[in-house]
Nanobody, 116 residues
Framework: QVQLVESGGGLVQAGGSLTLSCVASGQLTNYLMGWFRQAPGKEREFVASRWWDNSLTYYSDSVKGRFTISTDNAKNVVNLQMSSLKPEDTARYYC??????????WGQGTQVTVSS
């Protein structure tokens, strides 16, 4: 079982940057780590993911080129660097972990609000 705790959310102006962090407990070998977000009244959507053991990453089209997912294997941390933020990026962001079949482990989320 992997436990995840997110931090780094806040209020930022459009065009600004923010970095979210997710501290994970447990052994993360073979895990796919991901970030998702959910805006009010909308379904949770995939943002980005990265395999813990290699550099393969995946991004949604809406964030590609603006967001970067990275891992700090020594600290068991997954980061999401967000730049050129838009008001439509406003959402609660969740860190998640998967062994490949489904997203079994979730954090509580951190709120990101982008003002226009």
């Amino acid at each position: 079982q992997v436990q995840l705790v997110e931090s780094g959310g806040g209020l930022v102006q459009a065009g600004g940057s923010l970095t979210l962090s997710c501290v994970a407990s447990g052994q993360l070998t073979n895990y796919l780590m991901g970030w998702f977000r959910q805006a009010p009244g909308k379904e949770r959507e995939f943002v980005a993911s990265r395999w813990w053991d290699n550099s393969l990453t995946y991004y949604s089209d809406s964030v590609k080129g603006r967001f970067t997912i990275s891992t700090d294997n020594a600290k068991n941390v997954v980061n999401l660097q967000m730049s050129s933020l838009k008001p439509e990026d406003t959402a609660r962001y969740y860190c998640a972990a998967s062994l490949g079949n489904r997203w079994d482990n979730w954090g509580q989320g951190t709120q990101v609000t982008v003002s226009s």
